[in-house]
């Protein structure tokens, strides 16, 4: 009987902790940071390619430099879209860079990628430039770019190898959404949660 009792008001209790934080912003966000642990650096804005983009981004992990321009490379009109990437933590880290780019109506224009190679990431304290990361546009679609989106993802393991809690492997599966609930839910209710 004082289980029954117990296990509702711990029913009853967890939609008010829940809520505190906001249900569409509060819990989803901790259950992604709990499925999905992957770091990133993320950007957008406005931007004059004859001038140049020069951005800064930085977080405990990792440090990034984006330098883009149009230009011309053996003749042809390109978009810049270099990088530098700085491992700052104490482990080797993979890494993946997007940069798009649109006209003013959001139409995409031109993208580049571009990503760690290798068997074991960037090593700590150590950095890597990209130079090649090159669009060859024509002219006419170069003038008409206004803004930019860039993207970098990290990890220790390789970017697209992550594997989402309580799937036993899988990437999706019935039930990993609540398994994560369950675990988010006794990391906050130590000892009160059951099964």
Same mark, same amino acid.
């Given at each position: 009987?004082?289980?029954?009792?117990?296990?509702?008001?711990?029913?009853?209790?967890?939609? /008010?902790?829940?809520?505190?934080?906001?249900?569409?912003? +509060?819990? *989803?966000?901790?259950?992604?940071?709990?499925?999905?642990?992957?770091? !990133?650096? /993320?950007?957008?804005? !406005? $931007?004059?390619?004859? %001038?140049?983009?020069?951005?800064?981004?930085?977080? *405990?992990?990792?440090?990034?430099?984006?330098?883009?321009?149009?230009?011309?490379?053996? +003749?042809?009109?390109?978009?810049? /879209?270099?990088?530098?990437?700085?491992?700052?933590?104490?482990?080797?880290?993979?890494?993946?860079?997007?940069?798009?780019?649109?006209? *003013?109506?959001?139409? #995409?224009?031109? $993208?580049?990628?571009? =990503?760690?190679?290798?068997?074991?990431?960037?090593?700590?304290?150590?950095?890597?430039?990209? =130079?090649? $990361? #090159?669009?060859?546009?024509?002219?006419?679609?170069?003038? %008409?770019?206004?803004?930019?989106?860039?993207?970098?993802?990290?990890?220790? %393991?390789?970017?697209?190898?992550? *594997? !989402?809690?309580?799937?036993?492997? !899988?990437?999706? +599966?019935? +039930?990993? #959404?609540? %398994?994560?609930?369950?675990?988010?839910?006794?990391?906050? #209710?130590?000892?009160?949660?059951?099964?």
């Amino acid at each position: 009987m004082f289980r029954g009792m117990f296990t509702a008001r711990i029913l009853l209790l967890i939609p /008010a902790v829940f809520g505190t934080m906001g249900w569409h912003s +509060g819990v *989803k966000q901790v259950l992604a940071d709990e499925i999905n642990s992957v770091g !990133k650096l /993320a950007d957008s804005g !406005k $931007c004059d390619l004859k %001038k140049g983009v020069t951005k800064k981004y930085v977080d *405990k992990r990792m440090a990034l430099e984006m330098k883009c321009k149009a230009g011309t490379f053996f +003749g042809r009109t390109i978009v810049k /879209a270099n990088a530098t990437i700085t491992n700052k933590s104490a482990e080797s880290l993979y890494y993946q860079y997007y940069v798009i780019f649109r006209d *003013k109506k959001g139409t #995409l224009v031109g $993208c580049a990628s571009q =990503g760690s190679s290798g068997d074991e990431g960037l090593p700590p304290n150590d950095e890597v430039r990209f =130079g090649g $990361c #090159l669009i060859e546009l024509p002219a006419g679609e170069i003038r %008409k770019i206004v803004s930019y989106e860039m993207i970098l993802y990290y990890d220790n %393991k390789r970017i697209g190898e992550q *594997k !989402k809690k309580g799937d036993d492997g !899988k990437t999706t +599966g019935k +039930g990993a #959404l609540q %398994k994560a609930a369950l675990e988010t839910a006794r990391r906050m #209710l130590p000892k009160v949660v059951e099964e």
